[in-house]
């Protein structure tokens, strides 16, 4: 395919034709007249030699490549918008620029509060805008990278694109404060037998993928999409969860939870923000990268000892309370 023969105005065509189905409205939507989006939508059936929009009754249907063709045609529309916006020289304090960013609740709340307290003086007129992951980041990193500015992520999930490094962290376990079977330490044999509240991403669950790896299966009865809702899953039940550190300060001070270390050498959690290479000469891109870097590097001077992703396994003397500074029993 030579993209020097294509006309790119057709790609803008095509999202709004897919989109709204209906040329009128298309055509309102981009500024075309009736006839000029007539126009547009024969061009695309001969490109692609296919109806795209098939007329049923009153109305229009996609066709099976014109519902393929719509997500694309959107990720290619924001792809040239990106393109066409970069900029070869930027000032942060005159700049009014809006970076999104996908993120867990656990990204956003740790990194992206850090980053947006960064911004609030330097870059007064940047927004940040943070939306959760979808299934798709995974299986269609690429497309989903060339769309946003950045990804927040743990090593471990997407591999093949550049990323900053931002922080470490390890994982502790929640159990209830009046637990009736946990004493001042958790066995493999409990995380075994009691019941987990889990954070589950669509494509993915920490906890269960740490417990496969030393022959667990846990016993999920509660799965929630946020890290911050699972203090409140614990609070009350036998149930065990496992939330990161820097976190678990945060978020469980309103709970009637305790935290304890993983009676296991649980994999550290090792935070970067991965991003497309479309836009590594893109001056406000590298800008963001340097104080992502630069509120990673605060980050990781400010914690209690793990940013080096070792933690505290079994038999250790200090406990999790302890390593961050709070009086024992309670985070």
């Known amino acids: 395919m030579n993209l020097s ?26 500024g075309l007249s009736q006839p000029a989006m007539s126009a547009a939508l024969s061009r695309l ?22 519902t393929a063709l719509r997500d694309r045609s959107a990720t290619a529309c924001d792809l040239l918008e990106r393109v066409f916006a ?19 609740d656990y990204g956003a709340a740790l990194f992206g509060a850090a980053l947006a307290r960064a911004l609030h003086e330097e870059a007064p007129g940047i927004r940040l805008t943070f939306q959760h992951p979808a299934p798709s980041v995974v299986e269609n990193t690429a497309a989903v990278l060339s769309t946003v500015d950045g990804l927040l992520m743990p090593y471990g999930v997407i591999d093949g694109f550049p990323a900053v490094d931002l ?10 404060d009046d637990h009736p079977e ?39 009865e509660v799965s929630v999409q946020t890290f911050q809702l699972l203090p409140l899953m614990v609070e009350g039940t036998r149930r065990v969860a496992m939330i990161q550190e820097r976190l678990a300060r945060k978020a469980v001070r309103s709970a009637a ?32 990268r340097q104080k992502a870097a630069e509120v990673g590097a605060t980050l990781t001077g400010n914690g209690h000892g793990h940013s080096n992703g070792k933690g505290n396994g079994p038999g250790k003397a200090v406990s999790a309370e302890q390593s961050a500074g709070l009086p024992p029993g309670r985070l």
Do not use: K
């Open 5 to 30: 023969r294509l006309d790119l105005n057709l790609v803008v065509a095509l999202r709004a034709l897919l989109e709204e189905r209906n040329v009128t409205r298309a055509g309102e939507r981009i």
């Open 45 to 66: 059936r001969r490109h692609f030699d296919d109806e795209l929009l098939a007329r049923t009754g009153n109305a229009y249907e996609l066709t099976p490549l014109g």
């Open 86 to 104: 970069s900029q070869a020289d930027f000032d942060p304090a005159a700049e009014t620029r809006e970076f999104t960013l996908l993120a867990s």
């Open 167 to 176: 922080h470490q962290d390890r994982w502790l376990c929640l159990v209830a």
């Open 182 to 220: 946990v004493g001042d330490e958790l066995t493999l044999d409990q995380l075994g037998r009691l019941p987990w509240a889990v954070y589950q991403r669509p494509y993915d669950a920490p906890a269960a993928r740490q417990l496969s790896m030393i022959g667990i299966s846990p016993r999920v």
């Open 257 to 288: 939870v305790r935290a304890l270390p993983c009676p296991f050498e649980a994999v550290p959690v090792r935070e970067a923000m991965w991003w497309h290479p479309v836009h590594a000469q893109d001056a406000g891109h590298i800008w963001l």
